[in-house]
């Protein structure tokens, strides 16, 4: 059989299984069939299903699983620049989060603490709000510097070689790249949260290049979905058994969406600055910016959410679930929510609580703020799966690229693909002229 035709079959084996209801975790198993029995151009499929009709989520884990350096990243998705150095080892497609779900045994792979409990924002041990205590930390990382104390102890105690996250850019602070950290001053020049979408998990490759371990990866809940996909892939290949022995510790960025730099251009219009200037921002049901000279400014979100990234859609998880540790900006100002998930997680958590390197409070002396981590949280899982929603095109027929309120008003249970959003509520009355037309 021609291999142009077997991908083919394996294609319509995998549509087969979306249009029969097959359990999502058997999904795999069109194209896991054919491993043992040489393969097939996987590479092929990745790009039919997922990048050309806009689902690709920009992850990187295609990029930085291939063992052949077949993909080139760029706009924030794989391109296929050496096809023909496919060695058919399917891996691009088993680590995709977009064409399956993680395995049933997901939980156990990544040593969840027991007992584990599940409130609406997925599996973990304990979790609090947390600072840092160095007020450096806690004044330039975000929301308490939490992960910039996390980083910074395990490579000061030796628990960390090195740290796969992001840096600034310097004429647009709020645009980032991956960045492989090895260095405290590196890890400090890369703090904050940038809302843009930035792939720091592209410097797992330099990693493993450089046999740096072990490693901590910092990432939003696709790129940790991702990791853990090529960590704990059926494909058993020694580029996915180095990231499994070597990533010693995953801390997962609550995330939303992000935006576009297209949003970015509108904040700096909007202040009459250049990007150079809008040094931090950070999103508490509006926007708020800090400006290089001191000022500090508001816009709405509503504004803001237009230039919502459209691949956020595709990811289902907003409180990085299969995290060791969740970080995320919520509940009380100037602190980080904090979620102990794992073993590895707890281990790191301990050792920086026992050196004084962080304050702690109790989630009971803000509880609305574990209250809105579950209501994100369940928002994002109320959707069909990325394999079952409409492509990009099919969205832009319709007219809606919102990621986060396409699915308002959709129930499990209906049909994602017949499925179209509610139209828009018609526009409210001014109160004036509601009043005229009653004295009418």
């Not at 584990?116 to 997925?122: L, N, R, S």
């Not at 645009?175 to 720091?200: C, D, F, I, K």
């Not at 797992?204 to 991702?226: F, H, R």
Request: net charge negative; hydrophobic share 35%.
């Amino acid at each position: 059989m021609d291999l142009d035709h077997l991908t083919k079959e394996v294609q319509e084996r995998y549509h087969t299984l979306l249009e029969e209801g097959a359990d999502p975790n058997e999904w795999a198993y069109a194209w896991r069939s054919e491993y043992n029995r040489g393969g097939f151009k996987a590479v092929d499929m990745l790009m039919d299903e997922v990048v050309n009709p806009g689902k690709c989520i920009g992850c990187a884990a295609c990029v930085t699983i291939c063992p052949v350096d077949v993909f080139d990243y760029a706009e924030e998705k794989p391109v296929a620049a050496r096809e023909n150095a496919c060695v058919y080892c399917e891996l691009c497609v088993d680590a995709c989060p977009v064409l399956r779900p993680t395995d049933q045994d997901i939980k156990s792979q990544i040593g969840l603490m027991e007992p584990v409990k599940d409130e609406g924002f997925g599996g973990y041990a304990y979790g609090v709000y947390a600072r840092a205590t160095e007020k450096v930390w806690a004044e330039n990382g975000q929301d308490g510097g939490v992960c910039t104390a996390l980083l910074l102890h395990g490579l000061k105690s030796g628990t960390l070689k090195g740290v796969v996250a992001g840096e600034e850019h310097a004429e647009n602070p709020q645009m980032g790249s991956s960045m492989l950290q090895t260095t405290a001053e590196q890890v400090l020049a890369g703090a904050r949260s940038r809302y843009t979408y930035q792939p720091n998990t592209l410097a797992l490759v330099e990693a493993m290049k450089k046999n740096i371990a072990p490693l901590a990866v910092v990432g939003v809940p696709c790129q940790v979905d991702g990791v853990r996909q090529q960590q704990h892939s059926s494909i058993r290949l020694d580029v996915a058994e180095w990231y499994r022995q070597n990533i010693g510790l995953v801390i997962g960025l609550f995330c939303s969406e992000s935006f576009t730099e297209k949003g970015i251009d509108w904040l700096a219009e909007e202040l009459e600055v250049p990007k150079k200037d809008i040094t931090n921002i950070n999103i508490k049901g509006r926007v708020e910016i800090k400006l290089r000279d001191g000022r500090e400014e508001v816009k709405s979100l509503k504004a803001f959410g237009k230039y919502a990234r459209p691949a956020c859609l595709y990811c289902m998880d907003y409180s990085a679930e299969n995290a060791d540790i969740g970080l995320g900006g919520i509940g009380i100002d100037g602190w980080t929510f904090t979620v102990i998930r794992t073993e590895a997680g707890h281990k790191a958590w301990q050792a920086l609580v026992a050196d004084g390197w962080v304050e702690t409070k109790e989630f009971d002396e803000e509880p609305k703020g574990k209250d809105l981590v579950a209501r994100l949280s369940i928002y994002k899982r109320n959707r069909p799966l990325p394999a079952l929603m409409p492509t990009l095109p099919e969205r832009e027929a319709i007219g809606n690229l919102d990621p986060k309120n396409y699915y308002r008003g959709w129930e499990p249970g209906n049909s994602p693909r017949e499925w179209r959003p509610l139209p828009p509520p018609p526009p409210k009355k001014k109160k004036a002229a509601a009043k005229k037309e009653d004295a009418a």
